[in-house]
């Protein structure tokens, strides 16, 4: 495997269901990321991880629960989902641990998310 | 807040030609600047950064940055189908909180190449 991963791809579920995210990186990098796309709206950041520790949570509900257990790994746990969560759940990893003025961010595939 | 503006487009451009893509930032302190490429349900590609002031150039892709009117811009030489896309701009900036460096990103602009 190259760059960044992201399992599932696909994830369809109920609200009352709970289901994690997963995102692998192979690129060696410090950081990594949680990003929310909805349709016509910007790249919201949901959380960051610098070296394994939380440096960011931009008032995310908690209905969504992060993991890393290492540099590498990074989960997203998803419970009692509401419609408007539908969205694409994308994952990004970089060297910079967002003290550096570079931070070139690289993304997986991303997981499309419904929420019935 | 510190945002990001784009025109969302879609800007459509015939193929050969050269589009010209732009972004406006509010955070007078941001040092560095990227453009990525988003293909229809895929996941952003970055495709240029930019730190100083003027033109860098790769392959058919010019990314200018102007510090001083806070804009940068994405020009694309001879364009092709294949460079019809959503493009984003990301702005690295201070947060307000705690001295760490964040993307903060416009919505992007669609551009589509016409044969």
């Known amino acids: 495997e190259t760059g960044v991963t992201q399992t599932p791809r696909h994830l369809v579920m109920g609200m009352t269901n709970k289901k994690s995210l997963k995102c692998e990186q192979h690129l060696g990098h410090n950081a990594m990321y949680w990003y929310k796309q909805s349709a016509k709206k910007p790249l919201e950041l949901m959380f960051v991880?610098?070296?394994?520790?939380?440096?960011e949570n931009n008032s995310v509900p908690s209905r969504f629960s992060p993991e890393c257990p290492n540099s590498s790994h990074l989960f997203l746990h998803l419970h009692t989902l509401q419609p408007e969560d539908s969205a694409l759940y994308l994952c990004?990893?970089?060297?910079?641990?967002?003290?550096?003025?570079?931070?070139?961010?690289?993304f997986g595939p991303g997981t499309r998310l419904t929420v019935t | 807040q510190k945002e990001v503006e784009q025109n969302s487009g879609p800007l459509s451009v015939p193929e050969g030609a050269i589009a010209s893509l732009n972004c406006t930032y509010s955070?007078?302190?941001?040092?560095?600047f990227f453009w990525y490429r988003q293909y229809s349900g895929k996941s952003p590609e970055l495709i240029m950064s930019?730190?100083s002031n003027g033109d860098k150039e790769d392959g058919r892709f010019t990314a200018q940055l102007n510090k001083a009117s806070q804009y940068v811009s994405l020009l694309i030489r001879d364009s092709q189908p294949s460079d019809s896309a959503t493009y984003l701009c990301?702005?690295?900036?201070?947060?307000?909180?705690?001295?760490?460096?964040?993307?903060?990103w416009g919505a992007g602009t669609k551009l589509i190449i016409k044969p």
């Open positions: 991880y610098n070296f394994k520790e939380q440096t």
């Open positions: 955070d007078r302190g941001s040092q560095s």
């Open positions: 990004a990893s970089s060297q910079s641990p967002g003290r550096e003025i570079s931070n070139e961010q690289y």
């Open positions: 990301a702005v690295n900036t201070l947060t307000s909180m705690d001295s760490n460096y964040q993307l903060i």
């Open positions: 930019i730190y």
